[in-house]
């Protein structure tokens, strides 16, 4: 991003691993917030972009709605049976840890994390023109989707993983987003949603 940017992401992890987004934007030149609600990750997450000064840490889950949920995570152990993008599979379904090969029951902890709607985080740090949203959330992305509202949130550039999605889920993500005047473009395994409205090369 070579100006100024108001950013969201939801799944920050540690916030470089398994992704060159804070590696490639200047500290100063980015604003809004970060969210992972893992405890052993959030930590870290703060030490490694200490110097975005202007980002928000916000330890907490999106959910439909405010209550308190189960992550499931691997532990030291599971983190020993695969590579190192374990640590990203965090999850509310204990069942998609587990089928990954090698993983068994032993390999997995929880903890409990406070779930908060997408529209909380929007207006508590007041986010309703973004530039860009990146969520990575294990198959819960296109939940987090459908949260959105269009109508009162402008958003130029949306990215979310898919690898995880069924079709039906894929289907109707879609529909959603290219109803609200949005350009798809598959990237590996992830989808990117640029505006109609500020692109005019998709237009």
């Known amino acids: 991003m070579s100006k100024k940017a108001t950013i969201l992401v939801i799944g920050a992890n540690d916030g ?11 500290p100063t030149q980015v604003s809004g917030a970060v969210v992972e609600p893992s405890s052993k990750y959030f930590a870290i997450l703060q030490s490694n972009l200490k110097a975005f000064q202007n980002l928000k840490f916000v330890k907490a889950a999106i959910y ?4 308190m949920l189960k992550l499931y995570q691997l532990n030291e152990l599971g983190l020993k049976k ?9 999850s509310f379904s204990k069942d998609h840890i587990l089928k990954f090969d090698g993983i068994e029951k032993d390999d997995i902890e929880f903890e409990y994390v406070d779930g908060i709607p997408f529209q909380t985080i929007i207006e508590k740090y007041s986010l309703n ?3 860009y949203l990146q969520i990575d959330t294990e198959g819960f ?3 987090i989707i459908k949260m959105i509202d269009f109508g009162h949130v402008s958003l130029r550039m949306i990215k979310f993983e898919i690898k995880n999605l069924e079709k039906h889920e894929m289907d109707s993500t879609k529909r959603l987003l290219r109803n609200n005047n949005y350009h798809l473009v598959k990237m590996n395994g992830d989808m990117v949603a640029y505006s109609k409205s500020i692109n005019p090369f998709f237009n």
């Open 16 to 26: 470089l691993s398994f992704d060159d987004l804070f590696q490639s934007i200047d």
């Open 64 to 67: 439909k709605e405010s209550k």
């Open 82 to 90: 695969i590579p190192a993008w374990g640590q990203g599979l965090g």
């Open 129 to 131: 023109t973004l530039d």
């Open 141 to 143: 992305d296109a939940e």
